[in-house]
């Protein structure tokens, strides 16, 4: 039993790695995925659960329930790819003569790279919401974030030039 956990251990690290580094070979005119952070946001909502908890039959909760959480995690995955296509666009952006568009650059690419990260995490943890739909998981942080990450990446291809630390 331990060792199928640690050769699962294993596996779920490798395929972290392999997400993470993918988003490093990204091209530049990689196109974005279209997020509806609303949406998102609704799909998370507590409140939303609860009601359908109070209003559904447990048979019916628990297949909507187990709907909702694969789209949480869809949603994961398009922030985690719009991620990577800002990384590797911002990469091409920076301005060799300007030391401080660089580490506003930077930050931006760091950020980036957090929030996909993240929606790595969550994606996983949401399998397990899925098996067991009395949990409630919920990455609300990443929908503020990647808001953030987006009109700041946005107004900085936008203008050509650094963006204002707006994270």
């Given at each position: 039993?331990?060792?199928?956990?640690?050769?699962?251990?294993?596996?779920?690290?490798?395929?972290?790695?392999?997400?993470i580094?993918?988003?490093?070979?990204?091209?530049?005119?990689?196109?974005?995925?279209?997020?509806?952070?609303?949406?998102?946001?609704?799909?998370?909502?507590?409140?939303?659960?609860?009601?359908?908890?109070?209003?559904?039959?447990?048979?019916?909760?628990?297949?909507?329930?187990?709907?909702?959480?694969?789209a949480?995690?869809?949603?994961?995955?398009?922030?985690?790819?719009?991620?990577?296509?800002?990384?590797?666009?911002?990469?091409t952006?920076?301005?060799?003569?300007?030391?401080?568009?660089?580490?506003?650059?930077?930050?931006?690419?760091?950020?980036?790279?957090?929030?996909?990260?993240?929606?790595?995490?969550?994606?996983?943890?949401?399998?397990?919401?899925?098996?067991?739909?009395?949990?409630?998981?919920?990455?609300?942080?990443?929908?503020?974030?990647?808001?953030?990450?987006?009109?700041?990446?946005e107004?900085c291809?936008?203008?050509?030039?650094?963006?204002?630390?707006?994270?």
């Amino acid at each position: 039993m331990l060792t199928a956990c640690y050769v699962i251990g294993v596996l779920m690290i490798g395929l972290a790695l392999i997400w993470i580094l993918k988003g490093f070979v990204v091209s530049s005119t990689a196109e974005l995925t279209e997020i509806d952070v609303i949406a998102f946001r609704n799909v998370l909502s507590l409140e939303d659960n609860h009601v359908l908890r109070q209003r559904l039959t447990e048979g019916e909760y628990r297949r909507l329930k187990r709907a909702r959480v694969r789209a949480v995690q869809e949603y994961m995955k398009g922030i985690a790819r719009n991620c990577a296509a800002t990384i590797a666009v911002l990469r091409t952006r920076v301005p060799e003569n300007s030391p401080s568009a660089q580490r506003e650059l930077s930050s931006l690419v760091k950020e980036a790279l957090r929030i996909r990260l993240l929606c790595l995490g969550f994606w996983f943890a949401l399998w397990v919401e899925f098996l067991f739909p009395n949990l409630e998981i919920r990455p609300m942080r990443i929908a503020g974030g990647y808001e953030r990450l987006h009109s700041a990446a946005e107004r900085c291809l936008r203008s050509g030039q650094a963006p204002s630390p707006a994270l």
